[in-house]
């Protein structure tokens, strides 16, 4: 079992900036892959990054590449996404997820935070 809480949402203005962070206990998180998701209200739950075990790879959607960066600190079990650049589009709530696999599908992650709010004005 392993546990993630996520943190670091909040309102921010476009173009601005925040760091979310994914905070894992239980089973060591650097077993698995990370990732993070987001879900806009009345929208289905999309990709957004995910990170190797080791974080040696790193992959993203389309919609945030080149603006968002996912990272990892194993010895403190923390997953983080830094987002750069943002847009009121970005506007979600966002999860971080834990899986098996090097995935992009979200229904092959295992374990999952309780999400944290991002909202981007514009």
């Known amino acids: 079992q392993v546990q993630l809480v996520e943190s670091g949402g909040g309102l921010v203005q476009a173009g601005g900036s925040l760091r979310l962070s994914c905070a894992a206990s239980g089973r060591t998180s650097s077993m698995y892959v990370m990732g993070w998701f987001r879900q806009a209200p009345g929208k289905e739950r999309d990709f957004v990054a995910h990170?190797?075990?080791?974080?040696?790879?790193?992959y993203y959607a389309d919609s945030v590449k080149g603006r968002f960066t996912i990272s990892r600190d194993n010895t403190k079990n923390t997953v983080y996404l830094q987002m750069n650049s943002l847009k009121p589009e970005d506007t979600a709530v966002y999860y971080c997820a834990a899986s098996n696999r090097l995935t992009t599908t979200s229904r092959l992650y295992e374990y999952w935070g309780q999400g944290t709010q991002v909202t981007v004005s514009s």
């Open positions: 990170i190797s075990w080791t974080g040696g790879s790193t």
